[in-house]
């Protein structure tokens, strides 16, 4: 009998220990169930990531392939190579210091793949025009946290979810994206002086077994957030002590709060709601959110002043805090290891000392390395076909998952296009070379999950023939573009110990974690400076040592009194201190008008992924609500001959923004309000819709709000017709 394998499963960033046992004669496996031994999730395990790495509902790619007479077509992995590394060689020869390629990676890519690409693509072509599929979803609350904290990661671990006795969470959905942390949530919830609140414009999964649902106009969050806040000062609920003695800005803040009324209005919710949320923050709380609060202009704000709520109230202790939750399974690796946002550990990136380190470490020229980040993928994408003519996309889907993908896909077609994926994909289909990529479940390496734990990812089954893992392919790129950039054997433990030493001494230091720890202890949360070392909640110090007389004569209630004054904390900000945030609410990019009266907005299915290359309906469904969708069957009674189309138009109609169309099955749903249309992220055809501008600071797109409006099928051709004529 075959043994069990363990890992660590990469569906989403909860990371959930997995065992998987091959099938003894073939291809693929014919057990997987979670592994009770791993410290994250201790034997559970969700339906979709068990499925997902029993047999992926997918185009499979198996060979590599390459543009001739403008079809793609197989060849052998060595014209593959030779034809990418000819394009890309190309490009970089004609731009500037690295400027003619931009590279995209991805949050499904292990720690070691990550620094690998991103050490190809800062140290190797040095180009300024690299980032990952990370920042469509995570890069607000990475501002922020940098913001308040400076340094990026939660506060809080799992440990703190049992302890919580209120649970806030907004413009998140775990019941549907992280189900596994969910039943933590769900079951800390349940206790009999615990609740759990939701914030969402949509009354989802998460919402139905809330103790209240919050239900913000869509684009309100930042109003709601400072509605909040401006009650808790003014019903005198602020954690004076913990303020003075840990954080600046709160004077400033607390001027320009808003009237708690009128930012309750502008946000569509009763002051009741407010008032409840602010009473709720006086016990200890933990802060959810995910993709509603960052994908907006206004994203670094919104998230910043969550993180105000819980500095206002003292919510940064053991049991309460501030927690982002990361939607790719290693969004956090990536975050720390890809140099895309800043240099390994969360070095700075334009920091000169830590810029020599880098390159000392990798043994290439200082000015090799870019001076500055780059301008985010939507960013990216507009400069290709000006300064950038060569793109290596790994491991992401661009097409599909970047918003006004028209645009995008115009885009990509004027560039030499090199794609590296297990899947076929909309971004494939582009492509001038592709490389077929081996899956985490054929892959050797680490992942990071959203509270900071590393664990071993370990394949299940060898890799198919014909197939490469990211990591060799990165590595054989390397050796016909950048020779020496990395050893002669690219070996997944040898690039983690390269890692890990490149992070010693900083906020997220990896030093001490190594393969032979990980085998002993499964999991470690960084930062992790020594080998018998692993973190927990950050910045709190706890208690800063008994030094009290010990008077036998004191009492439970000053005892308790002096303990609370010894807490400490520790922040890597100038100060050593916690910081308010200033953020403003910007004008949202597009409101409804006439033309276009509804609101779009986006949202993962429980049993889809990203952009769904693994798990896809033929068509998208469009939920709105019975109202929504009676106005559009009233319009077309209301003009002869419409309402005898064989569609009906209760099943089918077009979605329509000013950059695209589309077709949707509709779905009446009362969880939907009035005048907004919600649509899955999994299809490719959403982000036809929606909008690509950016937060000013995260370079993270406005996904979640946008104008459109829905039309029969028969209306939008006699529109068409209309069009052509005049």
Not at 458 to 482: C, F, M, N, Y
Request: glycine content about 8%; some cysteine.
């Amino acid at each position: 009998m075959t043994e069990l394998v363990p890992t660590t499963c990469m569906r989403c960033a909860v990371g959930c220990g997995h065992v998987h046992r091959p099938v003894e004669q073939g291809y693929g496996l014919d057990v997987v169930r979670g592994d009770a031994a791993h410290p994250v999730n201790n034997g559970l395990a969700c339906q979709r990531g068990i499925s997902e790495s029993v047999d992926p509902d997918a185009d499979w790619l198996t060979r590599p392939l390459v543009r001739r007479n403008g079809e793609l077509v197989p060849t052998t992995w060595e014209t593959a190579l030779e034809r990418a590394a000819e394009g890309l060689d190309a490009a970089l020869e004609s731009g500037s210091g690295g400027e003619g390629v931009a590279v995209l990676g991805s949050g499904q890519q292990t720690n070691e793949a990550a620094y690998a690409l991103g050490k190809l693509a800062r140290g190797g072509f040095g180009t300024p025009y690299y980032d990952a599929n990370t920042t469509l979803c995570m890069a607000s609350a990475v501002t922020a946290y940098y913001d308040a904290f400076g340094s990026d990661a939660p506060p809080p671990t799992y440990d703190d979810i049992p302890e919580a006795e209120t649970h806030l969470v907004w413009g998140a959905n775990p019941a549907a994206a992280h189900p596994v942390m969910f039943r933590w949530i769900n079951q800390s919830a349940d206790d009999d002086d615990s609740e759990l609140i939701v914030v969402d414009p949509i009354e989802s999964e998460t919402a139905e077994v809330a103790d209240r649902h919050v239900p913000v106009s869509p684009g309100g969050d930042l109003d709601l957030a400072r509605a909040i806040l401006a009650r808790v000062v003014e019903t005198d609920r602020v954690d004076e002590a913990f303020v003075a003695e840990a954080t600046d800005g709160f004077d400033a803040l607390r001027e320009d709060l808003p009237d708690a009324a009128a930012a309750a209005e502008a946000a569509g919710v009763s002051l009741e709601d407010v008032d409840r949320i602010a009473a709720a923050l006086e016990d200890p709380t933990l802060c959810y959110w995910g993709m509603g609060i960052n994908q907006s202009v206004n994203g670094t704000a919104a998230s910043g002043a969550l993180i105000d709520l819980c500095l206002a109230t003292g919510n940064l202790r053991p049991g309460s805090g501030p927690f982002s939750l990361t939607g790719q399974a290693n969004s956090m690796g990536t975050r720390v290891c890809s140099s895309k946002g800043s240099w390994p550990g969360h070095r700075p990136f334009t920091d000169p000392d830590h810029r020599r380190e880098v390159a000392e470490t990798w043994d290439v020229p200082r000015s090799r390395l870019p001076d500055d980040p780059g301008p985010g993928p939507v960013g990216i994408v507009d400069e290709i076909g000006d300064d950038v003519e060569a793109v290596y996309a790994v491991a992401t889907n661009p097409v599909a998952g970047m918003p006004d993908a028209n645009r995008v896909r115009e885009r990509l077609e004027d560039a030499f296009l090199v794609v590296q994926d297990a899947f076929h994909s909309e971004t494939v289909e582009l492509a001038d070379v592709v490389f077929p990529a081996a899956t985490w479940g054929e892959s050797e390496g680490t992942t990071t999950n959203m509270e900071r734990t590393v664990s071993r990812v370990r394949a299940a089954t060898e890799t198919p023939s014909g197939v490469k893992t990211d990591l060799e392919l990165i590595g054989d790129l390397a050796d016909r573009l950048v020779p020496d950039l990395f050893d002669e054997d690219l070996e997944p433990e040898a690039v983690f110990d390269e890692l890990a030493a490149l992070t010693e001494g900083t906020p997220a230091d990896l030093s001490g974690i190594s393969y032979d720890r990980l085998e002993d202890e499964v999991a470690v949360r960084w930062p992790a400076p020594e080998p018998d070392v692993s973190a927990g909640y950050r910045y709190y110090e706890g208690p800063a040592g008994d030094d009290r007389s010990g008077d036998e004569t004191e009492t439970e209630a000053d005892d308790d009194a002096a303990a609370e004054r010894e807490e400490s904390w520790s922040f890597p900000t100038p100060t050593g201190r916690a910081q308010f945030s200033t953020g403003e609410a910007r004008p949202l990019p597009e409101s409804t008008d006439e033309e276009y009266p509804l609101t779009l907005t986006t949202a993962r299915r429980p049993d889809a992924y990203n952009s769904g290359v693994r798990a896809r309906d033929d068509d998208p469904v469009a939920r709105v609500s019975p109202a929504t969708a009676a106005a559009l069957v009233d319009e077309l009674e209301s003009r002869p001959g419409e309402s005898d189309d064989e569609d009906d138009p209760a099943e089918y109609a077009h979605v329509v923004s000013r950059r695209g169309s589309i077709t949707v099955r509709v779905e009446r749903d009362e969880a939907i309000p009035d005048g907004v249309v919600w649509l899955p992220i999994h299809q490719p055809e959403v982000n036809e819709l929606t909008l690509s501008e950016v937060d000013p600071r995260s370079k993270e797109p406005n996904f979640k709000q946008c104008a459109v409006r829905l039309e029969a099928p028969r209306e939008r051709e006699a529109r068409a017709v209309a069009e052509a004529s005049a």
